[in-house]
């Protein structure tokens, strides 16, 4: 069984500062972790992809993600928070037992609001 | 490149009625998977369909149906419908065979129950 827990739901940042969003996961398998973001009234758009490369992991928009096994964490971070970086972001487990096309389990979310 | 698309955008129904929504996935990608997200919530796994069968499920009751067709697009079907089944359904493709995990998302039917 797999399970993702978002351990911030609302994330509050001025302009220009840092971005931290925790994720835990729980996986029984050599998992495959995402972080994919959502904009208000729009689908989902992948950020970035762990896939048991390297363990620090670059994204689109400055984003980057560090997989931790002994933590079991797959936090989120952008040096300096932009306006349009305002949306829902959610951290996605999967397991890598069978083949591509595996369900995604998702966290709860964490709503990033940036403040000007 | 055309990525998913899903219609319609909206529907409102009433309680006991039967819906289906429908998705087109990216062009080269042949397994659909469909996501119903509650309002406030992350999208929970409905089902995932590949080879135009019903390869695995969450835990949703049987009021839930797909189908996928010979050109991979596929129907998510809701009978006997419940102010709770209110929600955005959300469809992602992805390719079986490369290899590539992530599913791509299209923007989903905000369903209404009344």
């Known amino acids: 069984a797999q399970s993702v827990t978002q351990l911030d739901s609302h994330v509050s940042v001025s302009e220009g500062t840092p971005v931290l969003l925790r994720c835990n996961y729980s996986?029984?398998?050599?998992?495959?972790l995402f972080w994919y973001v959502q904009h208000p009234n729009k689908g989902l758009q992948l950020l970035l992809k762990?896939?048991?490369?390297?363990?620090l992991v670059k994204g689109i928009n400055g984003f980057e993600a560090e997989f931790k096994k002994s933590e079991t964490s797959f936090h989120l971070t952008k040096p300096s928070a932009h306006m349009s970086d305002a949306a829902e972001y959610f951290c996605?487990?999967?397991?890598?037992?069978?083949?591509?096309?595996?369900?995604?389990?998702f966290g709860g979310g964490t709503r990033v609001l940036v403040k000007p | 490149d055309a990525g998913v698309t899903q219609s319609p955008t909206h529907l409102i129904k009433t309680r006991g009625q039967q819906v289906t929504l429908r998705c087109s996935p990216k062009?080269?990608?042949?397994?659909v998977s469909w996501y119903q997200q509650a309002l406030g919530q992350g999208p929970q796994f409905i089902f995932q369909?590949?080879?135009?069968?019903?390869?695995q499920r969450g835990n949703f009751p049987d009021r839930f149906s797909g189908h996928q067709f010979p050109n991979y697009s596929s129907e998510l079907n809701v009978n006997a419908l419940l102010l709770g089944d209110s929600a955005l359904y959300l469809c992602?493709?992805?390719?079986?065979?490369?290899?590539?995990?992530?599913?791509?998302f299209g923007p989903g039917t905000r369903l209404t129950v009344t």
């Open positions: 996986s029984s398998y050599s998992p495959s």
């Open positions: 762990y896939t048991s490369a390297a363990t």
């Open positions: 992602a493709s992805s390719p079986r065979t490369s290899g590539i995990y992530e599913q791509y």
């Open positions: 996605v487990v999967s397991d890598r037992i069978k083949a591509a096309g595996n369900k995604l389990t």
């Open positions: 369909y590949y080879e135009e069968e019903e390869r």
């Open positions: 062009s080269g990608h042949d397994t």
